[in-house]
């Protein structure tokens, strides 16, 4: 079974400066990597999916995660963080599923990102 | 532009009630599931269910129960709600059986048994 740890469970980041969120995976097979996040009393919504090919992926509000299959890592990135960042983040792998079911993610725990001025 | 509504917001319960938790999608999408957040130990998925009438516990499967009888609609039970349930409840759906498939998000259900 897959799984995922995120080993910051609290970023604290002045604005502007930049952050890293980590993320790393356990899986005997090839998984598909996400990173999603939640802002306060919501939902969660999709930053960045990594599928396959390039290692660098590029997602919304100017975050970027970069996979490294040798560290099993995926993570998450952003040169100059604003104060609307400060969002809840997790880290999630998927699979293919077996014939005539669906794919479910395993989420890890979450980072929370508290941006300050 | 509201695409998975989960009804309540916020519920109160007591211990041993019977709790209908519903949600609902407007993308004809196949996959619905049902996850549980909380503090320290992120989302967990209790059931899912990949198309109608058809369901497949999760990782936390105990204590909980689901219903699918219409493509768009997929309820989670709890048959006697107890304090250690009190949560927050996090309704999914996404399309086809790819391992690559985006969900997308309710925006949650808080759940207080008291």
């Known amino acids: 079974a897959q799984s995922v740890t995120q080993l910051d469970s609290q970023v604290p980041v002045f604005e502007e400066a930049p952050v890293e969120l980590r993320c790393n995976y356990s899986?005997?097979?090839?998984?598909?990597l996400f990173w999603y996040v939640q802002y306060p009393n919501q939902g969660l919504q999709l930053l960045l999916k990594?599928?396959?090919?390039?290692?660098l992926v590029k997602g919304i509000n100017g975050f970027e995660a970069e996979f490294n299959k040798s560290q099993t890592s995926f993570h998450l990135r952003k040169p100059s963080v604003h104060i609307s960042d400060t969002a809840e983040y997790f880290c999630?792998?998927?699979?293919?599923?077996?014939?005539?079911?669906?794919?479910?993610?395993?989420f890890g725990t979450g980072t929370r990102l508290q941006v300050t001025l | 532009d509201v695409k998975v509504t989960q009804s309540s917001r916020y519920l109160v319960k007591r211990t041993g009630e019977k709790v209908f938790l519903e949600c609902v999608q407007d993308?004809?999408?196949?996959?619905m599931f049902w996850y549980r957040q909380d503090p320290g130990l992120g989302l967990r998925l209790i059931y899912f269910?990949?198309?109608?009438?058809?369901?497949e516990k999760g990782d936390i499967p105990e204590g909980y129960s689901v219903s699918r009888e219409k493509k768009e609609r997929f309820s989670l039970i709890l048959e006697s709600a107890s304090t250690n349930q009190t949560s927050m409840y996090l309704c999914?759906?996404?399309?086809?059986?790819?391992?690559?498939?985006?969900?997308?998000f309710g925006a949650g259900s808080r759940l207080t048994v008291l």
């Open positions: 269910s990949y198309d109608v009438k058809m369901k």
């Open positions: 990594y599928l396959s090919g390039s290692t």
């Open positions: 899986s005997s097979v090839s998984v598909y």
């Open positions: 999914a759906s996404s399309q086809g059986s790819a391992g690559a498939n985006v969900l997308t």
């Open positions: 993308m004809d999408h196949e996959n």
């Open positions: 999630a792998v998927g699979l293919e599923p077996y014939t005539g079911t669906a794919s479910k993610l395993t």
